[in-house]
């Protein structure tokens, strides 16, 4: 049996130009010629992978951190955030002026009309300001929020919202997802269906949400770009993802 990679997007499959390198779709095809599967592990909603995951083929993602997988197309475990608690974190939030955005697995919305916080941290991910939806939150499965605040603020949250983590991934914004809620978490869960050994897991990724992943995967890669925790976590450092650093990770380890 071929290996599993799991490959985060941003940064790591897509560059800083938001762009998926031809050095990288070539290594990734000749790789899964060789008998390697592919599958995506992402702190975006599937709506949000979707062009990657068409131009790739690719049919297995971890999505949201862990909270939305699908295997083959097929969703094999999907874990809503608790409505209460949401609810709880968009009071604490409100009082603090700071907005929210709420994912399901086909959309997103927004606590509030504008915020440009919102604005320059979605623009990033080449998506404009959602639009405000009253209630959205309550009357959808919300897989993943977004908080919108600075780095310096996040503390009271993780000190008030004890069974939650939030995961930074913007100067201005986080993740928020359940307590352990992990790529790393969702790994354990996909390979139960696909029937990969840990040991034949490799991960690839450069920020944050990716060094749990790292730590469970048999090997793993953090690109050149990728933040110090990450770095540090991996167990090779490839390349800078604008100068081909996964097809130079994929020719190291032997893959292509």
């Not at 915020?115 to 320059?120: G, L, Q, S, V």
């Not at 503390?155 to 352990?180: A, L, N």
Request: net charge negative; with cysteine.
């Amino acid at each position: 049996m071929g290996k599993l990679l799991l490959l985060d997007i941003d940064g790591t499959l897509l560059n800083s130009k938001k762009e998926l390198p031809s050095s990288a779709k070539e290594a990734l095809l000749e790789a899964r010629a060789n008998g390697h599967e592919l599958a995506i592990a992402t702190g975006r909603g599937p709506f949000m992978a979707k062009k990657v995951l068409e131009e790739l083929k690719i049919d297995t993602y971890i999505t949201f951190n862990g909270q939305y997988i699908v295997h083959q197309g097929e969703p094999i475990y999907r874990e809503a955030l608790n409505p209460k608690t949401l609810s709880d974190i968009v009071e604490y939030a409100e009082k603090r002026d700071h907005p929210i955005v709420f994912l399901t697995h086909e959309k997103m919305a927004s606590s509030i009309d504008y915020h440009p916080d919102i604005d320059e941290g979605i623009k990033t991910l080449k998506y404009s300001h959602p639009a405000m939806i009253e209630d959205f939150h309550l009357e959808n499965d919300i897989y993943q929020a977004l908080l919108f605040c600075e780095q310096e603020e996040e503390p009271q949250y993780k000190e008030t919202f004890t069974d939650m983590d939030f995961i930074r991934w913007h100067r201005v914004s986080c993740d928020v997802v359940p307590k352990g809620g992990t790529k790393a978490r969702g790994i354990e869960r996909l390979i139960k269906i696909t029937g990969h050994s840990i040991e034949d897991t490799i991960a690839f990724g450069d920020g944050l949400n990716d060094v749990q992943m790292m730590a469970t995967a048999g090997f793993s890669v953090s690109m050149g770009n990728g933040t110090e925790e990450t770095k540090k976590q991996a167990s090779y450092v490839t390349d800078h993802v604008d100068n081909d650093g996964l097809a130079k990770a994929f020719r190291h380890i032997g893959l292509i």
